[in-house]
């Protein structure tokens, strides 16, 4: 069972250079989200989907962009990076409706920004 | 606005003893109230929810209390094991169309000593 599967697991850019995180997921589920974790801040919601082709921004959507063609793929878009975006993000994916409290996670990318 | 608050970073206890972790909460809508556990280089997986409508969740070695009028929940671990060591994330989710909107606090981080 692959669950959620984030590549890659650790990104060097140096300041204004773009790249994408991916993200698929082999589950069916309708709901993903992209998360980023900072030291004593948790976890903030960056964008997130409900849906192919439904996307919406959460906490923290400065600087990131997604998109949703299939329903199994999320992936996401830094245009220009910037320091402030070194951290550790985690795409994460749940069933709609009952249950989707329960988020499945990926592995997490690692990634800094010089 | 820190809706859901960890105010422990870390705590430290010995094998075979209570461990308990607490966390605040500031939103009265939330429904749902979930722990994640995160080991390091892996992303968090599910560890125990309770509804708002409850008061106690038993799962094995651990439990949920949800104490609404104090806005407080806690996660106890009994016995703790050296394979509990973990940042553990407390969550609470609220209804936005068909899914669970999930705020997760800023962890704390638990090291059972064998």
């Not at chain 1, 589920?29 to 903030?44: A, F, K, N, V």
């Not at chain 2, 809706?3 to 705590?11: A, G, I």
Request: with cysteine; hydrophobic share 30%; aromatic share 12%.
């Amino acid at each position: 069972n692959a669950g959620v599967t984030q590549t890659p697991k650790f990104q060097v850019l140096k300041t204004g250079q773009s790249m994408t995180l991916q993200c698929a997921q082999d589950m069916n589920h309708e709901y993903m989200s992209w998360y980023r974790q900072d030291p004593g801040m948790g976890l903030r919601l960056i964008h997130y989907s409900v849906g192919a082709g439904i996307t919406d921004q959460g906490e923290v959507p400065n600087g990131y962009n997604v998109s949703r063609s299939t329903t199994e793929d999320f992936p996401l878009r830094l245009l220009s990076a910037a320091p402030s975006q070194t951290s550790v993000y985690f795409c994460a994916s749940s069933y709609w409706g009952q249950g989707s409290e329960k988020l499945f996670f990926g592995s997490g990318t690692q990634l800094s920004v010089l | 606005d820190q809706q859901v608050k960890q105010n422990s970073p870390s705590l430290s206890v010995q094998e075979g003893r209570i461990s308990i972790l607490n966390c605040d909460y500031t939103n009265s809508m939330f429904d749902y109230f979930l722990w994640y556990k995160k080991y390091p280089a892996e992303g968090p997986t599910f560890l125990i929810s309770i509804s708002s409508i409850k008061d106690k969740n038993e799962d094995g070695r651990f439990t949920v209390f949800l104490n609404k009028s104090a806005k407080h929940l806690s996660l106890h671990i009994v016995p703790s094991q050296p394979g509990d060591s973990a940042v553990y994330f407390c969550a609470a989710s609220v209804r936005s169309g068909g899914y669970q909107k999930v705020t997760f606090g800023t962890g704390t981080k638990l090291q059972v000593i064998p």
